[in-house]
């Protein structure tokens, strides 16, 4: 053991008493035991905060025999800090290769994620280069190369269009579940598809419904018409192409995780539209997954039109509640994809969800959901709902008539 420390100890002078000057270019060569990296550079977009948000991954290689703590990361927005993560803040937020959980530390030799949010006011200048300084600490290294500072994981933002979208769903009292910046399970969903790692899911979001009584169900929990949700319209958010659709395939019992789903039906009966809009250049799609059993009213090539009924909402493929997994995406796959923002063009805020535990109570006991309203009624337009709202969207059509 204690030769096996020695050891150790004698790698880190190697690695981090050598810098070298490079004869040619005269660069100071500094050790990097944490090798930073940004695969997907930010889409800047503004959430329904009326921020600017810049969402993205900084991808983290310890690429050394000793476990790294990471002790801040500084985020630098054309050479300033623009955000600073202390130790607690990146407990929260780095996610080693493969785990759902979150840790401050890299183990020798591991690889993790750690899921950044930088949050500008809206109208602020996106910097046109970041970097990151991160401040580590390396237990195993002699006292003198503990503290380690380190700059990389520069990226430019991506300045894309964003998609300009419709709502997918009409009416009131939807709850944007599991969505941007802070939640988990789909901004988290790192995935590896095709030998790639993709995070498709990055701004997906589960909708589903309250009734009158605030419940997203009464009656029997594992009854479908019980649901709030089941059997809602699914809507076209923009004119588009229908690229792929899956029907037929059985409802879910909900309240039950369902068993053996394969990868090619964990999304359910579900169609991808690949939405016309010029500016995007042909390379943004729209997925809605879970969609009732034979409700799928649309077939690959049509062209549809902003509005227009896709199907209703079900509870099939990897669900254990009815509700509409709604996404847009740089690939026309579920998958293997780049998750991308966009912006809906009209909806009110009438309340907040104080945090996913709440909602995940009100799922699992169909009792009121605990929420805090809003006066008066915040009136959004072209931004992304974020996590945990209880939102409104324009009735249909054919309801406002009545
Ligand atoms: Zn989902």
Redesign the pocket.
Known sequence: MRRHTHLCGALFVALLTLSFTHPLAHAKENPTPLILSVQNPPVPFIGSDGNTHLVYELWMLNFSSGDIAVKSVEILGDGKVITTLDSAAIATRLQPAGLRTSTGSLSKSTQALLFIDVTLPGGAAVPHQLSHRVTTFIAAAPPAFQNLIETGGDTTPHQRAIAAIHPPLAGNNYISA?SCCDSV??MRAAIGVNDHVWLA?RY???WEQLDSQNRIYSGPREKLESYTIFGKPVLAVADGTVVSTIDGLPEQTPGKYPQGISLDEADGNSVILRLDDPALGGHTFALY?HMQTGSVRVHVGDKVHIGQVLGLVGDTGNSIVP?L?F?VMAEPSSLSANGLPYAIDSFQITAAVPDTAAFDKAETDGSPIANRAIHPLRHVENALPLDQLIISFPALPSERMK
Do not use: F, G, I, Y
Request: proline share 0%; hydrophobic share 25%; aromatic share 0%.
């Open positions: 599991d399970r789909h899911q997906a979001v589960d997954a509700h997994h996404q």
